[in-house]
């Protein structure tokens, strides 16, 4: 019982992390596999196995997909996702997690699995402004090639082997928060050198006796 809860933790955390790379696309896997009978439906997540969620999750994957190839749209479609991805995060979080109390159930879900998304989502912001930035935009279809290919093979791993996808996903988490936390000591270091700067004496003109 414990070896199958871990199992399934690692399976609910590892898709909730996929969507931070694309927010449809792990429930589409989910979906399928829960249909080919590879994972068990379980509780709250029931709907995810009909062949209505299969066909409305396959059409929103398309969209998604070929959404952020479009110029422009895909920066405002990462302000869109990021909540989108912590909710959906948090969802199948919650779902596999499996603990008796929901307040706990809701509560751990919410941060490892909508934590887990919001952080690989705010990474992948983060890859494309800078892509936006230094290509002008030009860069920005690989940088979403390269999003949709770690969504659909982490998510089919996870789901084919949840333990060792876990391993690898905890590793992306560690790569992403470590560049997260440079980034924002880069930042700080330049805002206290702004004002530094300006708050400088040498920043006034003097008179030729030296006063202001």
Do not use: H
């Amino acid at each position: 019982m414990t070896i199958e809860w871990i199992i399934s933790a690692c399976l609910g955390v590892g898709l909730a992390a996929c969507c931070g790379f694309r927010v449809f696309v792990p429930l589409l896997v989910a979906s399928v596999a829960t249909k080919l009978g590879i994972i068990g439906t379980m509780e709250g997540l029931e709907w995810i196995s009909s062949w209505t969620a299969l066909a409305v999750l396959s059409v929103a994957t398309v969209f998604e997909l070929g959404a952020y190839y479009i110029p422009w749209l895909d920066n405002l479609l990462d302000t869109l996702a990021t909540p989108a991805s912590i909710i959906a995060g948090t969802l199948l979080g919650t779902s596999f997690l499996q603990i008796d109390s929901p307040i706990l159930d809701w509560g751990l879900g919410l941060m490892l699995g909508g934590g887990s998304a919001g952080l690989v989502q705010a990474g992948t912001s983060l890859l494309r402004l800078g892509s936006t930035a230094t290509t002008g935009g030009i860069g920005n279809p690989v940088v979403a090639t390269g999003e949709n290919i770690a969504s659909f093979g982490l998510s089919i791993l996870t789901v084919l082997l949840p333990l060792f996808a876990f391993v690898i996903i905890v590793l992306v988490l560690l790569f992403i928060a470590a560049r997260l936390l440079s980034r924002r000591k880069v930042w700080f270091t330049r805002a206290g050198r702004n004002q530094a700067g300006g708050t400088s004496p040498a920043q006034f003109p003097r008179s030729s006796n030296g006063r202001v």
